[in-house]
Every structure is written in C-alpha cells, then in structure tokens.
C-alpha cells in the first residue's frame, strides 16, 4: 500500500485547520501522516493542532518561534517527508474524498508520472457560491501527458490548483524546493520544473475545495498586473536556464511562452486603458515589448492600437452597449 506525507502549513488559518486535516486523515486508500507546520500564527492554530495531534498519532506538529514565511515553511515540509508521495495542503483549503486514491492509483500504475493533478471546487466563503476550477480545458480525455507537452500548454500561468497536486516524493527531493525570490509564482515555477522530469497525470474528478476569501495571501497580489507579471517572467528565466536547455526543442518552448506572457501583458494594458490608466497601460506595453517584440503581431496588440485610436472614453461606452446588447439577448431566448 502507497503512502502519503500531507504538508500542512498553517498561518492565522486556525478556524480552516481541523476541517483541513480531517480530510486528510478520513481519505481510504493510501496510509496517510499529516505534518503541521504552525508559522508562529497569532491565533489558536497551535491549540487546534496539538489537539489534532492529541487525537490522532498521524498528525505530526512543528510550532515555530517566530514567521519563516511561506516558501521557508513549504520547503521545510519538503525536507521533512519520506513517504512515497507528497501534497502540500495549505490550511484554507481541503480534500475530497477519495481524492488521494484516485492520485496513488494512477501514479502507481505509471511510475513515470512526476506528479498529478485534477479539477478543484472554487468556494468563495464570504458569499457561499461555488463554482469548478476548469484546469488545462485542452487536455481532453488524455489521463497522461509527457513533460513536454505539459510545458507547452503550461507556459509562465498557472492553470493548477495547488491543492490538487499530488507528488511522487522521490522526484521532489531530487528538483529540490521553492525558490524563495518568486513568492508569488512559485507554484507555476514548481510544476514546470517537476514535469521537466517526466509525465504528468490528470484526475479528471474534482480533488480538493479551494477556498476565496479576503485573507487569501493572493487575493490583494493578482491585483497588481505588473508584479505579476514580472514574477512569472522570472520564473521562465530560472526554469529555461536550468531546465528547459536540456529539452527537446527547449528555445521553441521559451519563445513560445514568453510571446504568450508578453500577450497577456497587452491584454491587460488594454484593460487599464479602458479605465483610463493611461500610464499603467504604457507600463504594460513597454513591459511586453520588451520580453517578447513579437507581440506586436498579436490579435491583443491589434485590438490594443484600436481602443488607443478611439481613445478610453469611446472604448467604455462601447463595452457598456455591447454587454447591453448581450445581456438583452440573454433574455430574449
């Protein structure tokens, strides 16, 4: 029988964690240990966790005196397991059943999988509304994909939710941590180094409830176009100097997704010029150029230098008539 190491950093989430671990500790299939990694949280976390302890021997505790912050914590985590496979569960959020069968199972019978992944229930916890986090919509009903594929379709956004993924431990030891200078795109960092290193698995029945609410660390960040932006080209520049030079049409992939970056970054100077944040859209332009002067080319550039031509003014009125006319539409049928 597989086991299952669940990493389980906790900081001002105390009121998340026992249902968090619950969902660990009630999966069938795998042997499962939780590690509790309390970053000197400020509320009743340690409390929670050494009951949680107390209650189950599969639950394992680490109180720190002071912050390490996340990536620090995670990579302790990383250091810290020895099963044959790994999940780092942030405490906001938690599994579904069966979700840990559903992974082992698959990466058993494919010991070439790095890691696999799936579907996640978005819920918003201030309202209560739920809806399913379509990850990789042009997978299809492929269960596999070779590393380089994933890459591909991958490029510099994440398009996986964290709670997902299941590793297999050898290879995470053998990749190594999180990078402490990408705070914020770690994540997408993580998985494209992971699937540099062999295939990755899709379970296509959702695995885990991804919770938004107003303490989510990347609620507030994902607000600030620029930062992120820059976050992932960083990103790209490690994975491809380390990585990416050693794969099969390595410099194709690297273009390709900076040109998908520098994409984004015009979409998102169109929307600030729309608002008439002429300056941030200049900022985002400059910043697209510069990565990827191809984007020029671009159906984002394109309509960018329209919207420019009628100025953000007409650009607003004229948004406002087309959802009008979408929405009346709607109603019609």
Not at 16 to 41: H, K, M, W, Y
Not at 91 to 98: F, R, S, T, V, W
Request: aromatic share 10%; proline share 5%; charged share 20%.
């Amino acid at each position: 029988m597989s086991s299952v190491d669940v990493i389980v950093p906790c900081y001002n989430y105390g009121h998340f964690l026992r249902e968090c671990v619950q969902s660990v500790l009630t999966q069938v299939g795998p042997r499962v240990r939780v590690l509790i990694l309390n970053d000197a949280s400020p509320d009743n976390t340690a409390e929670i966790a050494n009951d949680l302890a107390r209650q189950d021997p599969r639950v394992t505790v680490i109180h720190h005196l002071g912050n390490q912050g996340h990536i620090a914590t995670y990579n302790e985590g990383i250091e810290s397991v020895s099963a044959d496979y790994l999940l780092l569960l942030s405490a906001d959020d938690y599994l579904l059943p069966g979700a840990l069968q559903r992974a082992t199972s698959l990466m058993d019978t494919h010991p070439e999988i790095s890691f696999t992944f799936g579907p996640a229930i978005r819920l918003e916890t201030h309202t209560g509304a739920s809806y399913l986090l379509c990850t990789l919509p042009c997978w299809g009903s492929e269960r596999l994909l070779t590393g380089q594929k994933f890459i591909e379709v991958m490029g510099a956004t994440n398009r996986i939710a964290s709670p997902t993924v299941v590793v297999r431990t050898e290879i995470q030891k053998l990749v190594g941590g999180y990078r402490p200078d990408l705070p914020h795109a770690g994540d997408t960092e993580m998985w494209l180094r992971l699937a540099a290193h062999g295939w990755v698995g899709y379970i296509k029945t959702p695995q885990a409830v991804y919770r938004g609410h107003n303490a989510c660390m990347s609620k507030s960040y994902m607000k600030k176009f620029l930062p992120d932006l820059q976050q992932r080209e960083l990103l790209l520049h490690y994975f491809f100097s380390c990585y990416g030079r050693g794969l099969p049409n390595g410099d194709w992939l690297e273009q390709r997704a900076t040109y998908r970056l520098g994409c984004h970054a015009v979409s998102f100077a169109s929307g600030a010029f729309e608002k008439g944040d002429i300056a941030t859209a200049d900022e985002l332009k400059r910043f697209a150029v510069r990565i990827s002067p191809r984007v020029r080319r671009s159906l984002p550039w394109v309509k960018f230098a329209l919207k420019r031509m009628l100025g953000p003014h007409i650009t607003r009125t004229w948004r406002r008539l087309r959802a009008r006319v979408s929405s009346r539409n709607l109603s019609a049928t």
